[in-house]
């Protein structure tokens, strides 16, 4: 008599299809990234330049989920911590910092991303340690504060940071046979790296015990700490490591620009990171960089394309308002309007965690279960 079970050998050949289909797909991704600059130079797509800095979008993506998506905290200063890596590595390799040359010779670009990755991550706990007893909006509240204060305090040291004019020339990375330079591939593959390894990182986090102690932290902190779970350390864990992302990216996002200064790290940074991980789905490694890719391509690309195809449109019907439209200057209006939608329609996101879609539609699930019971007991 069947049950209308599945049966245990259909599972399996369901889940090797599944890893099999995710396999491939990984490997076509990553052949894609590996040879895009060739595409993009065979097509003359003109991406290059653009692909680096959503790259490092993407890193902090990733790290702002380890706080977001595994812990359930509220990190809305997360570009202070940015802007910490990016001081850092300006202040170990920029010949306009007094601290930048040692002996003669500039500190070597790698081990100046290792120190901005640990002073970041320093200034985690420092913030972590008095703040991460308060939860949801207070704990919001003050990373809002810090990531306000950081921006000013760079303001108000000039003697140190320049100020407002920015710190200049600061040092790139060394390789052998390799020239990081205004040629854009050296720093299109360091980023690909940084981000790969990022994915390997917070990959085997979210599958370590450690995350299992933040996800039970975040679903319930009181039960958690009852089973053993210290609540302060383990969440300042997650919220020093996530920071040590932050100043990882500000180090090469300050060597590949050339120029730091406070206003690359506003609170705007901050709220955009956050959009991609809503977006792509919080708690999901592979969401996440989905996320960063669909709102950082917007960004960088196609608001301007479109910009310019809406001017063309103007400009041949004679249409005043589509030849002065500029949607870079609507993009944090329509950021908001996507997530709103993403709120109504999708609020796990685009991929997002098995455990997160289950928590966001348990209720759905557990009313459509007790309807379906009723129906089959109660006569039509």
Not at 17 to 25: F, M, S, T, V, W
Not at 43 to 51: E, F, T
Not at 250 to 265: D, N, R, T
């Amino acid at each position: 008599m069947s049950t209308g079970r599945p049966t245990a050998g259909w599972w399996q050949t369901t889940t090797g299809a599944r890893r099999r289909r995710n396999a491939a797909l990984t490997a076509a991704a990553l052949l894609l990234v590996l040879f895009f600059p060739q595409i993009n130079d065979a097509l003359n797509l003109g991406l290059a330049g653009k692909a680096i800095p959503i790259a490092i979008f993407i890193t902090l993506a990733l790290g702002l989920n380890v706080v977001v998506g595994f812990a359930g905290l509220l990190d809305l200063g997360y570009a202070a911590f940015f802007a910490i890596g990016a001081y850092t590595a300006a202040f170990l390799t920029s010949t306009v910092s007094p601290i930048g040359y040692v002996h003669d010779h500039p500190v070597n670009f790698f081990l100046t991303m290792l120190a901005s990755a640990a002073v970041a991550a320093l200034f985690g706990v420092l913030l972590g340690a008095p703040t991460l007893r308060l939860r949801g909006d207070y704990l919001a509240i003050v990373t809002l504060g810090f990531g306000e204060i950081v921006p000013l305090v760079v303001r108000n040291v000039p003697e140190y940071t320049k100020g407002t004019q920015g710190m200049n020339p600061i040092g790139v990375p060394e390789l052998p046979f390799v020239t990081f330079g205004l040629a854009t591939e050296p720093w299109y593959y360091l980023c690909v790296a940084v981000v790969l390894l990022s994915v390997v990182v917070t990959s085997r986090l979210r599958t370590s015990r450690i995350c299992r102690a933040l996800v039970a932290i975040r679903e319930d902190e009181v039960a958690a700490a009852s089973v053993g779970i210290n609540p302060v350390s383990t969440k300042l864990f997650a919220f020093s490591l996530g920071a040590s992302f932050s100043g990882f990216a500000g180090s090469i996002w300050a060597s590949y620009l050339q120029v730091i200064a406070p206003e690359q790290f506003d609170f705007s940074v901050s709220i955009f990171v956050l959009s991609m991980i809503i977006l792509g789905g919080m708690g999901n490694v592979y969401g996440v960089i989905v996320g960063g890719l669909l709102l950082g391509g917007f960004d960088r690309v196609l608001a301007e394309r479109t910009s310019d195809l809406l001017h063309g449109i103007g400009a041949a019907l004679d249409l005043g308002l589509l030849r002065e439209a500029d949607l870079t200057k609507a993009r944090t209006l329509i950021f908001g309007l996507a997530l709103v939608v993403m709120m109504l329609v999708r609020p796990e996101g685009l991929i997002p965690s098995a455990r997160r879609r289950l928590e966001l539609h348990l209720a759905e699930e557990r009313g459509g279960d007790a309807a379906e019971r009723r129906a089959n007991v109660e006569p039509d």
